[in-house]
């Protein structure tokens, strides 16, 4: 690499993870720059939790390598492991505990220096200050995900992985989670990984998107070129198009 | 910040939310004394109907209450272990775990931690039940009662990161493990009767396990007043090879873990 050139956060290199014999992930390669964020499109099967569970060292790859903010994964990665987190409405903080001691754990676990102010900013920024010494298992969809959150940036990542981050939100909470991590990305200069069936949340957020089909990448490019490309208005097509398929057709066509 | 750096913070940070956790749940702290209580008691009367009636022999010291004392040690040590761990499974936690900085050693550090808090709460309560009820007093035993806990408690975390590395591998099905494992040992560590009472090719059995040396022990002192520290150097050492096997196979099935994608589900 150029030494004038800056290390992607991510760099993904012929990536391949194997069960038994079904193949979940088949030899993909992709690099993230610092401070981009990125879609991981995909349907249900594509790979892209195992993707991302493959970046944070959750899974051991069958082949291929993994660089992720200048450490080698999964056998370096408690070098990098307190500089990322993740968020996911699948994966549930413990219920009885309250918010408060939830947020004290986990930071603890990441090493974050003051941290009873860092839990006091945190809890305002996500509006959670007045819920603080609730039972996480007592709170609402959209307050979880807010907890969830606030556990993803308990210590200012550097890269943050999210699968689904606003499944099973209404509209307005959905949008209101979509301009913290915007807002967190752009105060931070963080990269962002974003794993997705919101077609129009990976448009209006992302400045990229890669579009994973039965464990490899069918596409990678920004949003506005890809619906150039596909001649399609809208995301959701484009990834229709490429479920069904048809993309490479669309592709030559145009 | 290699994979063998050991961070104490992150160890108390995990001992703090199984305490928040144990705070959190009156039943919880009540299931942790209830049938020790009920054991030791059921055994101490036992063991007055056996004064009562038996040999000299028989009557000697209360081996009965002592040997269930050391065996909830046993029991309740690898329950208190598994049972912090099964916390983490039931929450669906471990995955916020796992891709956090805390290191295996870490964990288990925690749990083993947990292990003695809950112990204790449980045991010291039933421990002065039995002062007040059959006069028993296991506090008395003084070092030999060190000695017959560190042997005993190493066992349980033996066994407890195990059972713990098969659930990791092979998910919430493996759970009951967690809970009858440890039954094996009480016919085979004879924890009511002497070792001589098995069958010679059973006592060979018997002997590999480091819990029938601390029951071998305990009854050594009870009855004959003495206490045995070459039984207690023997159990040690089997228990360093025991613990260093548990470990062994606690990393290869979380290794095992990490290949086949059981570390993303955590569930059934």
């Known amino acids: 690499m150029d030494a004038r050139t800056p290390e992607p956060a991510v760099a993904v290199d012929r990536l391949a993870k194997v069960y038994k014999t079904a193949t979940a992930v ?57 500089r990322m987190n993740f968020e996911s409405p699948y994966v549930e903080m413990p219920m009885r505990l309250t918010i408060r001691q939830n947020l004290n754990v986990f930071g603890r676990l990441y090493g974050v220096d003051a941290l009873g102010e860092r839990i006091a900013r945190i809890a305002s920024e996500l509006e959670l200050t007045d819920l603080l010494d609730r039972p996480t298992g007592k709170l609402s969809a959209g307050q979880k995900t807010r907890v969830s959150l606030a556990k993803a940036l308990i210590n200012t990542p550097d890269l943050l992985l999210l699968d689904e981050p606003t499944a099973s939100l209404d509209p307005d909470t959905a949008d209101w989670v979509r301009a913290r991590l915007e807002r967190y990305r752009h105060e931070h200069g963080a990269t962002l990984l974003i794993a997705s069936h919101n077609m129009a949340e ?12 039965t464990g490899r990448i069918e596409d990678d490019d920004t949003p506005a070129n890809l619906l150039k490309r596909y001649g399609r208005s809208t995301l959701e097509d484009v990834f229709l198009d490429v479920a069904r398929s048809r993309g490479h057709a669309a592709e030559t066509a145009s | 910040m290699s994979a063998f750096s050991f961070s104490p913070r992150r160890v108390a940070a995990m001992v703090l939310r199984y305490w928040y956790l144990l705070r959190s749940s009156w039943p919880r702290l009540l299931e942790l004394i209830y049938w020790p209580a009920v054991q030791m008691l059921m055994w101490g009367f036992l063991q007055q109907y056996v004064n009562a009636n038996a040999s000299a022999f028989a009557r000697a010291g209360g081996t009965f209450i002592g040997a269930v004392l050391l065996w909830d040690i046993l029991f309740r040590g690898q329950l208190g272990f598994s049972v912090s761990f099964l916390e983490e499974m039931w929450a669906r936690n471990l995955g916020n775990l796992m891709i956090s900085p805390l290191r295996p050693s870490e964990f288990v550090s925690a749990l083993m931690v947990m292990s003695v808090v809950r112990l204790a709460i449980g045991m010291v ?66 924890v009511y009767y002497p070792v001589a009472t098995l069958p010679s090719w059973l006592q060979v059995i018997a002997w590999t396990l480091p819990p029938t040396y601390v029951f071998e022990g305990m009854r050594a002192l009870l009855i004959e007043h003495a206490f045995r520290a070459d039984l207690m150097l023997e159990a040690l050492a089997l228990n360093v090879v025991l613990f260093a096997l548990a470990v062994a196979a606690f990393l290869a099935l979380l290794a095992s873990a990490r290949r086949n994608g059981s570390l993303m589900q955590t569930g059934e």
Do not use: H
């Not at chain 2, 059959?134 to 008395?140: C, K, L, M, R």
């Open chain 1, 202 to 213: 990976v448009e209006r957020m992302c400045e990229r998107v890669i579009i994973m089909k």
């Open chain 2, 125 to 190: 309560p039933v421990s002065l039940l039995a002062v007040a009820f059959f006069g028993f007093n296991v506090w008395s035993l003084g070092l030999a009662l060190a000695a017959f806990f560190v042997n005993l408690i190493l066992t349980s975390w033996a066994i407890g990161i195990f059972v713990s590395g098969l659930v990791l591998r092979n998910g919430l099905g493996a759970e009951n493990l967690a809970w009858t494992i440890m039954f094996i040992f009480l016919p085979l560590t004879c």
């Open chain 1, 26 to 82: 088949d030899g993909i390669s992709f690099s993230l720059p610092a401070g981009s964020i990125t879609g991981l499109l995909g349907g249900n099967g594509a790979g892209k939790t195992t993707t991302i569970a493959m970046l944070m060292g959750l899974v051991s790859p069958t082949s291929g390598t993994i660089r992720v903010l200048g450490a080698a994964m999964p056998r370096q990665r408690y070098r990098v492991l307190a």
